[in-house]
Nanobody
Framework: QVQLVESGGGTVQPGGSLRVSCASP????????IGWFRQAPGKEREGVAC???????FYVDSVKGRFTVARSDDQKTVYLQLDNVKSEDTAVYYC????????????????????WGKGTLITVSS
């Protein structure tokens, strides 16, 4: 069974940067799509970014140009780099995967994935 662990959350000032990580102990994520989702207080969960098994990336409009998803060189970790953060980026961030290499990121970001981490909180505050 796939277990995903997020790390790197914290508090960041508006306009600042932060990087969160997603790892799966004992399992290589190299061949699977990885999505990043977030849930703000009182709001529904939303997908924000995804990297496909072929390393193409997808972003929703609200984070395009500010967030970057990438795999580590050893393919064991997937990062979400958040730049120029805004107060509305405050949320619990989750990574997720679906053990279907052909899964389309746009679809996955909209409808979710099968395996989820427990999340890491990012707070944007001055």
């Amino acid at each position: 069974q796939v277990q995903l662990v997020e790390s790197g959350g914290g508090t960041v000032q508006p306009g600042g940067s932060l990087r969160v990580s997603c790892a799966s102990p004992g399992v290589s994520l190299a061949n699977y799509p990885i999505g990043w989702f977030r849930q703000a207080p009182g709001k529904e969960r939303e997908g924000v970014a995804c990297i496909s098994s072929g390393d193409s990336t997808f972003y929703v409009d609200s984070v395009k140009g500010r967030f970057t998803v990438a795999r580590s060189d050893d393919q064991k970790t997937v990062y979400l780099q958040l730049d120029n953060v805004k107060s509305e980026d405050t949320a619990v961030y989750y990574c997720a995967t679906d053990l279907s290499p052909q899964l389309n990121c746009a679809i996955a970001t909209k409808y979710g994935m099968d395996y989820w981490g427990k999340g890491t909180l990012i707070t944007v505050s001055s």
